[in-house]
Nanobody, 122 residues
Framework: QVQLVESGGGLVQAGGSLRLSCAASGRTFSRYVMGWFRQAPGKERQFVAAISSTGRITNYADSVKGRFTISRDNAKNTLYLQMNSLKPEDTAVYYC???????????????WGQGTQVTVSS
């Protein structure tokens, strides 16, 4: 398995931006798909974005398309999520995850970080 540590969360006003990072260690980062998920209080975990091992293929939830960008730096073993035009409904704990295949299904990812809180005020 891989150890994942998220950072970059915080409080931001609606319309603002944040950049989340996820530092990976423990196995070869560049071999695995990476994803971002989020969970708001009282709601189920929701897929946000995923990126292939090389970074050439990305997938986004409809709710974040055009506002969020997922990227990775395999030389630095780090995953990113650039979040622009944030909305109050983006408020959630954001988790990064690692797995063998590009999918929106959380159960397919075998390693998870501890999460970072993102709060968007109106």
């Amino acid at each position: 398995q891989v150890q994942l540590v998220e950072s970059g969360g915080g409080l931001v006003q609606a319309g603002g931006s944040l950049r989340l990072s996820c530092a990976a260690s423990g196995r070869t980062f560049s071999r695995y798909v990476m994803g971002w998920f989020r969970q708001a209080p009282g709601k189920e975990r929701q897929f946000v974005a995923a990126i292939s091992s090389t970074g050439r293929i990305t997938n986004y939830a409809d709710s974040v398309k055009g506002r969020f960008t997922i990227s990775r730096d395999n030389a630095k073993n780090t995953l990113y999520l650039q979040m622009n035009s944030l909305k109050p409904e983006d408020t959630a704990v954001y988790y990064c995850a690692s797995g063998p295949r590009l999918t929106t299904t959380g159960g397919a990812y075998d390693s998870w970080g501890q999460g970072t809180q993102v709060t968007v005020s109106s």
